[in-house]
């Protein structure tokens, strides 16, 4: 049965970074491509991270040279290392594990950037 689980959530404070880790189970990991989401309260879910298979990255505008996505194909491990972060970034954060028309979801980390 594949398994999506993230950590790393928290809280901090603006200006404070986070890593989150995202760990796939029972599945081939490296053909995947991962997606980091966030949904914060009554907006809708947004990408804000992705890495294919051979590494290359993709960011929107609104995390672009703050948040870094990377991946440990060997500890079947994704990595969200975020930086300078702000209220706006408040949200949960979800772990997308997709290959063609195959995808995984996990259960969500709360971030909650606050002072």
């Known amino acids: 049965q594949v398994q999506v689980v993230e950590s790393g959530g928290g809280l901090v404070q603006p200006g404070g970074s986070l890593r989150l880790s995202c760990t796939a189970s029972?599945?081939?990991?490296?053909?995947?491509?991962i997606d980091w989401h966030r949904q914060a309260p009554g907006k809708q879910r947004e990408l804000v991270a992705s890495?294919?298979?051979?590494?290359?990255?993709d960011y929107p505008d609104s995390v672009k040279d703050r948040f870094t996505i990377s991946r440990d194909n060997a500890k079947n491990t994704v990595y969200l290392q975020m930086n300078s972060l702000t209220p706006e970034d408040t949200a949960v954060y979800y772990c997308?594990?997709?290959?063609?028309?195959?995808?995984?979801w996990g259960q969500g980390t709360q971030v909650t950037v606050s002072s």
């Open positions: 029972a599945i081939i990991f490296t053909i995947y491509t």
């Open positions: 997308n594990v997709r290959w063609r028309m195959v995808d995984y």
């Open positions: 890495i294919t298979p051979d590494g290359n990255t």
